[in-house]
């Protein structure tokens, strides 16, 4: 399993009101969450992600509540994986049950700069900066956890059994 795009970067504490701020949520519809995804750090950011694209951060990103619009906003934009230095646990988990793809890696969280083309191969961990020609390490997914990505999700994953 891999995700090939270009890179969106934030920082530290990264948090789900950020992500999809508490206005917004009188909806559930994952297109409309996505327009709001990021607003409040990144005007432009649903109008310049494209499918595929990438979300680069530091710290804690999730943190907060523990909302699930907010992994959903970020896939819905059309964000197919986010990488961090490290993500809040239940933003981690509420990703794995949407179907959005994450992966912690201290050195690509520092080293990579928005408008990077990266790749990220789950099966192995490595995370490919194409555009710096570097290679980071990250952690493996399980092969329990790409089915449930690959399958869109928890509930779809166990709908599919």
Known sequence: ?????IVHRYGDN???????PARYLNTSD??????????DIDKDFASRVRTGDIIVAGKNFGCGSSREHAPIAIKASGISCVIADTFARIFYRNSINIGLAIIESHEAAKDIEAGDEVEVDFDRGIIYNLT??????GQA???FMQRIIKAEGLINYINSK
């Not at 399993?1 to 795009?5: L, S, T």
């Not at 710096?132 to 390490?137: F, G, M, S």
């Open 1 to 5: 399993m891999k995700a090939k795009g």
């Open 14 to 20: 990264i948090d789900t009101d950020v992500i999809i």
């Open 30 to 39: 994952p297109k409309e969450l996505a327009e709001k995804c990021m607003i």
């Open 132 to 137: 710096k020609n570097k290679t980071y390490k």
């Open 141 to 143: 997914f399980p092969e």
